[in-house]
Nanobody, 127 residues
Framework: EVQLQASGGGLVQAGGSLRLSCTASGFTWNDYSIGWFRQAPGKEREGLVCISNRYGNTYYGDSAKGRFTISSDGSNTVYLQMNSLKPEDTAVYYC?????????????????????WGQGTLVTVSS
């Protein structure tokens, strides 16, 4: 069974940094496609960035470019380093896995490309 555990959220002042972790189990780690999403209160879930070992691809959405960096430890964890945080970054952040989906690459920034989701971790950025 695929399981994802997101962690690392918390309260940070504007301009600060956080590193989120997504620890995964239940699938072959040399064949993964992981995405980070966030959902603010009253808003739709937004795709931020994704990384795929299968496709050798990393993709940043507009909200993540320049301030967020995704990486993998080569074991079973994907990180999201977030710098220069703004109050509008306040949201619950989720990681998701979509390796089994044949259409993952085409829809990699959308929730429909992912079958498994972590429980989310709350990031609050104060002004």
């Amino acid at each position: 069974e695929v399981q994802l555990q997101a962690s690392g959220g918390g309260l940070v002042q504007a301009g600060g940094s956080l590193r989120l972790s997504c620890t995964a189990s239940g699938f072959t780690w040399n064949d993964y496609s992981i995405g980070w999403f966030r959902q603010a209160p009253g808003k739709e879930r937004e795709g931020l960035v994704c990384i795929s070992n299968r496709y050798g691809n990393t993709y940043y959405g507009d909200s993540a470019k320049g301030r967020f960096t995704i990486s993998s430890d080569g074991s079973n964890t994907v990180y999201l380093q977030m710098n220069s945080l703004k109050p509008e970054d306040t949201a619950v952040y989720y990681c998701a896995e979509g390796t089994q989906r044949s259409d993952w690459y085409a829809y990699r920034t959308r929730a429909i490309a992912y079958d498994y989701w972590g429980q989310g971790t709350l990031v609050t950025v104060s002004s």
